[in-house]
């Protein structure tokens, strides 16, 4: 396998990886908004981010105001619109590979685009740290909202989406700024990095809290760490193995040459 992805500062190699994968009987998968980008999604840091072009609206801000309310959803929409229709990407569809191998024991994702659920992976293989951009919810009583009606109803009247069940507040599915993290998730997130031999965090700058923290603690409980992004993270001093590549290069490499072991 000639290995033309790495540059300069990366430890490790395709290679490595693959017989590392080949070898992990519980693989832990993280990801981050880099596997998400040869889908045309764009990631939150490279430069020229059209979701740093506005500053994100903390969760408190949302609750408090109307008018933050209806520029929340105006925004959202316009980004939904800047990535609809993506499709799965090599990266997630070599993780559906590993579970279809039987080899993934969970993926945790800080994505919002519904893509790893896309590809085919089962529903109860994927845990959703920030949420799901591709539906809503009423803060008040849970209920799920779809947003072709919620659209259609904020384009006709302007006004903020509010639950049809109890009056409460609509917002997309998405933890935002400043909002609690959904228990449930941490809860399996922790389970499954307690448990996991190999953890593979893949397209994310490892800086996003608490969810950053996942690889190191999978580490730490004794898991071997492969980190695969074409930037330094603050995790890779404590990695394994660094791929400096584009993740649907490596990671296509990767599960079209393992050998499981039996
Ligand atoms: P990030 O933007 O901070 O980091 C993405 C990393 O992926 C960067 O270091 C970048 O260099 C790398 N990368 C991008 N494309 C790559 C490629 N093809 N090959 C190799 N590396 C590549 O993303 P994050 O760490 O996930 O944190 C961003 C936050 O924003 C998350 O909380 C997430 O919820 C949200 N977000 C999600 C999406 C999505 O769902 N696709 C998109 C943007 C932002």
Known sequence: MVNTDLTSGATGTVQDLTSLVGRSRRIVAFTGA?????CGVPDFRSPGSPWMRTRPIPF????ASDAVRRRAWAHKFEMDDSWRGAKPGRGHLAIRRLADEGRLAALITQNIDNLHQDSGLPADLV???HGNA???GCLACGMRHELVPVRARFEATGEAPACDACGGMVKSATVSFG???PEEAMRRAHEAVAACDLMIAI???LVVQPAARFPAIAKKN???LAIVNREPTPLDPIADIVLRGDIGTVMQQVVDNVRFAS
């Open 127 to 129: 845990i959703e740290l």
């Open 179 to 181: 909002q609690s993290m």
């Open 222 to 224: 004794g898991a071997v």
């Open 60 to 63: 408190d801000e949302f609750v």
């Open 134 to 136: 591709t539906y809503a």
């Open 34 to 38: 880099g596997i998400s980008t040869e």
């Open 203 to 205: 397209g994310s700058s």
